[in-house]
């Protein structure tokens, strides 16, 4: 039987050394037994072998849980976590194994030692010492369940760097100057000042959010257990809270229903918005701000805004698409989507400069349906077409365009109020009433919704002839 | 009137503020103060520093910056007409106050908010600047969590994104017509074009990020830790599928990190028409549940409203376990070889056992009692799965399934 002592329990680089002895030496776990020096060696056991070069090749992620665990106060761990690695050193896929007994007792030893971690990050409390050379100085008390000063403090040292600090606990102490960070002795709690003249504002806080109409206790103590009241300052407030909740909830209910305050009116006093009234737009400003109030369909329902057309009063072409897409949602622009670059691109090849050209849609609103992080677009009806029609023929009264393109359907049934396919309208030249001239043409999203390529880049070949025919028939 | 001190207005504007539910501290980037010596860092999980006896987390310095408001919510306790005690921080004294907090690590930083003073773009700017101070004057690499006041300039916003973790916008009421009748001023067009504004301020963030030229240069982040909001519920008639409806349509839209559930709470002096009741807590539990189906288990809300009752969910059980007998030709699953998104199914499963059975079920066929050391509690599961120790048999469609997970109903007391 070999004896190892440890001399530092809870140091990894002690045992890791010790473990990996033992390892290059072939030794079977059943055949060590670890202690601490503080409990004593054994009489009869032979001292560790020093670890032989050539060390055992291990997981790396069973390193880091071992650096972890070893911190743990159970005083079987030196044994298990080497019974572990030496059967890790045997079989790789051991840490994937969830349902070994051993692996078992690892994950839930490094749940606690990580739990333990992250309440010690959490409840530490430091209380100020005072000034010196322009850094102020803390120091606080802690009780950590585990050995875990070495595990905590570089997160101590990353957060607060900027001042001094110790934190002293039964095991370790880490201290902070500045420069590097240094390990110590454990201490005594009254190392650490009794009080700090910010805890009455943190109380206040403390008891200020706590919501008595909604107690939950056991909640609390879940999260925050009781044994680490004793060096939180707000917790001595908990008692005197939760036995007033009861009767403070009651006088809320209780209460009469008081008088406004008498101050009510002056301060909602503020000036009201203008409001832009359908009949009387006159500009394509006013109309964009009543087409972004527009509730005639329960489309506005759901999208952010309605989104007017674009581009200047004088444009000889206007362009209209079906709706806004999630992009010009979010935007409050016309085209700015993947479509609209897939048009944007178009244009430019047809020799149309979109910054003369008025773009719009048939519908204002943009219509979707909410799929996990995605808003997919859905079609228009014709009665929603229609009833928008309403908008887009003040758009065309105040623009008087020469020429219209529609792109798609839904924007030649918002044009024409006919529905009548493309393919029947392609081509040629028509003629709307009032004189402007009409070029039916296709949807840019259906070029991205293709996938034939080949076919694709017929389609957009045509779509770029019609954009040319516009661009001859405007001129 | 004398003036109040820092703790008088503490006391208000904390006590005030308590009414938001958020306050998150993760999800943002990892940073801290190595560099720049100074005070502060994030490292993605948020921590808890403490908890209030209504089982809340208080991770930040939740405070308004003042509860004077020109608007007049019905549901506020800080509403215009409302007798509450008013108070107003000056933006150096809420620097103070988060950075005494945040040196003695109570707290992971700050969730700034304040009532409508003047107007949305005037609070909005004050909001701000007490953010740009931290964040320039004192190099404070903490949390910042600001309230985005709806309607205030875009440009507002996008300055509030280069210096906060986290940007919200509270819808708090469902619907349009509780909106109209509760908060007469706010619009919810306005707040779903700020939190588009928002949307649209990540989107370019990160568009520049990826068209940088340098590798090295670091393109101001906007909100990394995204954009959350909260409802009310029970203050008004909104069901909870009109709930889930809007929350849907806020996660799609604008990608909204989190959607907080408040369960509506009686507040002092509060408005008539309002139910002084206790609040609703288990239906608050119930949509928090139906809202994590949607995020991580791969519900929509139309499966989710199948188990419930003319739109509102099943009070008793869970949403999950209420959809599972409400569709019981889906079950038993075969643990070992169910896809992931039938073991999400399976009333009993979060997604952390899902991953572990997902994990060990490739190194030998899982039983029981190896199901016992994936998962929290097998007793639940028995009626949903098959393992090649288990067959739940006539189980899976008995009639009393339901009463084995519902809880008892009470005897009432007898009269003497």
Redesign the interface.
């Known amino acids: 039987m070999r004896e190892v002592v440890l001399a530092a329990p809870g140091d990894f680089a002690e045992w890791r050394s010790a473990a990996r002895g033992l390892l290059a030496n072939g030794v079977a776990p059943e055949d060590v037994s670890w202690c601490d020096s503080a409990a004593g060696a054994s009489l009869f056991g032979e001292a560790a072998a020093p670890a032989r070069a050539g060390a055992v090749a291990l997981p790396r992620e069973l390193l880091e849980i071992a650096e972890r665990v070893i911190c743990h106060r159970d005083p079987e761990v030196p044994a298990r976590l080497y019974r572990i690695i030496w059967r890790a050193a045997r079989d790789r896929l051991l840490l994937a194994r969830a349902t070994d007994a051993d692996v078992d007792w690892l994950r839930k030893a490094d749940k606690a030692i990580r739990r333990d971690v992250h309440k010690m990050h959490a409840f530490v409390r430091f209380r100020r010492l005072g000034e010196e050379a322009g850094r102020e100085r803390f120091a606080a008390w802690f009780e950590p369940a585990h050995r875990i000063v070495r595990l905590t403090a570089p997160f101590f040292q990353r957060r607060f760097t900027g001042m001094d600090w110790v934190i002293v606990t039964p095991d370790a102490r880490a201290i902070w100057h500045g420069e590097t960070l240094v390990y110590g002795p454990g201490g005594t709690r009254d190392e650490v000042p009794a009080s700090d003249v910010v805890e009455d504002q943190w109380r206040t806080y403390y008891g200020a959010i706590f919501n008595p109409a909604r107690v939950k206790v056991d909640a609390m103590r879940a999260e925050m257990p009781k044994k680490y009241w004793k060096n939180l300052p707000e917790a001595q407030d908990i008692a005197p809270l939760l036995a007033g909740a009861e009767a403070r909830v009651e006088r809320m209910r209780e209460a009469a229903v008081s008088m406004a305050n008498p101050l009510t009116d002056k301060w909602r006093t503020r000036v009201p918005d203008e409001l832009a009234l359908d009949d009387n737009v006159t500009t394509l400003d006013g109309l964009a701000k009543a087409i972004d109030r527009c509730t005639r369909c329960p489309l506005y329902c759901n999208a952010t805004q309605g989104v007017a057309g674009e581009g200047p009063e004088a444009a000889r072409i206007m362009l209209v698409g079906e709706q806004p897409g999630d992009q010009e949602d979010l935007q409050g622009r016309p085209f700015v989507g993947p479509a609209g670059q897939v048009l944007d691109e178009a244009l430019e090849e047809a020799g149309l400069d979109r910054t003369r050209l008025f773009l719009t849609n048939a519908v204002k609103h943009f219509k979707f349906e909410p799929r996990g992080k995605r808003r997919l677009h859905q079609n228009p009806t014709t009665g929603e077409i229609d009833i928008c029609r309403w908008w887009l023929d003040k758009e065309r009264a105040l623009v008087k365009p020469d020429l219209i393109v529609t792109l798609g359907a839904s924007a030649l049934r918002g044009v024409t109020g006919k529905s009548a396919s493309i393919k029947s309208m392609r081509g040629a030249a028509h003629e709307l009433e009032g004189g402007t001239k009409l070029i039916a043409t296709i949807h840019p999203s259906f070029l991205l919704r293709m996938p034939d390529r080949a076919r694709a880049a017929e389609e957009r070949e045509a779509f770029v002839a019609d954009l040319i025919r516009a661009r001859k028939l405007a001129a | 009137m004398s003036a109040k001190t ?2 008088e207005k ?3 504007l ?2 005030a ?3 938001d539910a958020s306050c998150a501290s993760s999800g943002t980037v990892k940073r ?3 560099e ?6 994030t ?1 993605g ?1 948020g ?12 991770s930040l ?3 308004l910056l003042t509860n ?5 919510c019905r549901f506020c306790i800080n509403r ?4 509450v005690e008013r108070a107003r921080f000056s933006p150096q004294e809420v620097v103070r ?1 988060t950075l ?2 945040y ?4 707290i992971e930083g700050l969730f700034l908010s304040s009532g409508i003073i003047r ?1 949305e773009d005037y609070t909005m700017e004050q909001l701000v600047e007490v953010a740009r101070i931290l964040r320039e004057e004192h ?1 404070f690499a903490g949390y910042i969590h600001l309230k985005t006041i709806a309607g205030a300039d875009s440009g507002l916003i996008a300055l509030a994104g280069l210096y906060a973790d986290r940007l919200s916008t509270n819808v708090e009421l469902p619907t ?1 017509e509780g909106l109209s009748s509760f908060a007469p ?1 706010k619009k ?2 306005t707040i ?2 700020t ?2 504004s928002v ?2 301020g990540e989107s370019e963030a990160v568009e520049a990020a990826k068209s940088r030229l340098i590798g090295k240069a670091k393109p101001p982040r906007f909100a990394p830790a995204g954009q959350s909001t909260q409802m009310i519920v029970g203050a008004d008639a909104a069901r909870d599928d009109d709930i889930l409806k809007t929350a ?2 806020l ?5 909204l990190r989190r959607v907080y559930y408040s ?1 509506y ?8 028409d309002l139910p ?1 009741v ?2 609703p ?1 288990m239906r608050e539990h119930r949509l928090y549940q139906a809202d994590w189906l ?1 995020r991580f288990y791969g519900f ?2 139309a499966e989710i409203m199948e188990g419930a009752t003319g739109g509102m969910l099943d009070l008793n059980i869970d949403p999950k376990l209420a959809w599972a007998l409400q569709r019981r030709e889906a079950f038993p699953v075969d643990i070992n070889r169910a896809p992931r998104e039938l073991l999400l199914r399976v009333p009993g499963l979060g997604t952390r056992a899902v991953d ?1 059975i997902v ?2 079920r ?3 066929k ?1 039983g029981l ?2 199901l016992a ?2 998962t929290a509690s097998v007793k639940k599961l028995l009626p949903f799965i098959v393992t090649p120790d288990w067959r739940p048999g006539k189980l899976t469609d008995s009639a009393d399934l339901r009463a084995r997970f519902a809880p008892r109903a009470e005897q009432l007391a007898l009269a003497l």
């Open positions: 820092i703790l503490l006391a208000v904390a006590d503020a308590k009414y801290d103060s190595t720049t010596k100074g005070i502060g860092s490292e999980m921590i808890c520093h403490s908890y209030a006896p209504d089982g809340r987390c208080i310095l939740k405070i004077f408001c020109i608007y007049d215009a007409s409302s007798n106050l005494d907090f040196k003695r690590n109570y107007s190099r349009e001023e919810p067009e779903r074009k939190m588009a949307r649209v849907s349509n996660y799609s839209g604008y990608q369960a709470s009686p507040i002092p002096d509060a408005s008539r002084p206790r609040p807590l949607l929509e809300r572990r994990a060990a490739r190194l030998g899982l009692g190896d050391k994936l």
